[in-house]
């Protein structure tokens, strides 16, 4: 049973428009969200969290937003570029904030075309 | 200032022997944890360990084992190997505080013929 879900395999996107990645999660414990970015051979990096207690989260060209009711979350990357092209996972931690253990989507693979 | 670090990269062994996957911290993490990621899906959780004692583990079998070192540094184990356990293994450090994200090394690809 999957509690975090990426629905979208791929995405694929211009260059300087937005990108806009999604993810749902299905267990009401999860309290805190987390994005990574993985490139081929090399293992996730951190790009950006949200806690449970709040709505919206932003980091330069990167924001996240939560909707509890709806139990979704989506990170929106703006302006878009091509170093961007990446393997994005939504994770999810319960209480105990992140440095619980994380339960992963499988990823939707990001291509920024120029 | 030096990421996670795990060694080997790369690793092939044959079903029913026995391998061992190494990782160090960033330094000031206390906090390791290890993760199994198969072709197509999410890494997976395997092990926790905070200040050398077992915080929590996931759904694997007693095959899996592991241990944290007086250094942070930690070693995950996998006995009698099985064609299904060819993965990447991501280990990961964190300094031990609340909302502290995770930070991941790059992995060792273990193939089992």
Same mark, same amino acid.
Request: glycine share 10%.
């Given at each position: 049973d999957q509690q975090v879900k990426q629905n979208s395999p791929s995405l $694929? =996107?211009?260059?300087? %428009?937005? $990108?806009? !990645?999604?993810?749902? #999660? *299905?267990? $009401?414990?999860?309290? #805190?969200? !987390?994005? #990574?970015?993985?490139?081929?051979?090399?293992?996730?990096t951190f790009l950006i969290s949200i806690s449970s207690i709040k709505d919206?989260?932003?980091?330069? %060209?990167?924001t996240v937003f939560l909707n509890k009711s709806a139990k979704h979350l989506s990170l929106h990357i703006v302006p878009s570029q091509p170093g961007d092209s990446a393997v994005y996972f939504c994770a999810a931690s319960g209480s105990g904030g992140s440095n619980y253990k994380l339960t992963f989507g499988k990823g939707t693979l990001l291509t920024v075309n120029p | 200032d030096a990421g996670v670090t795990q060694s080997p990269t790369h690793l092939i062994k044959t079903r029913g022997q026995q391998v061992t996957l190494r990782c160090s911290p960033i330094s000031g993490h206390k906090s390791v944890s290890w993760y199994?990621? =198969?072709l197509g899906q999410g890494p997976q959780f395997i092990f926790q360990y905070y200040e050398k004692e077992e915080r929590? %583990?996931?759904?694997?079998?007693?095959?899996?084992s592991a241990r944290q070192f007086p250094n942070y540094s930690s070693e995950l184990n996998v006995n009698a190997l099985l064609l299904g356990d060819s993965a990447l293994y991501l280990c990961a450090s964190s300094p031990g505080q609340s909302n502290q994200p995770q930070h991941f090394g790059d992995? *060792? %690809? !273990? $193939?089992? !013929?």
């Open positions: $694929s =996107v211009q260059e300087g %428009r937005i $990108s806009i !990645l999604n993810c749902d #999660y *299905t267990n $009401s414990m999860f309290d #805190y969200f !987390l994005w #990574y970015k993985k490139y081929p051979a090399e293992g996730p919206k989260n932003e980091d330069g %060209r990167f | 199994q990621q =198969v929590g %583990r996931g759904n694997f079998p007693d095959r899996f992995g *060792t %690809r !273990l $193939s089992i !013929l």
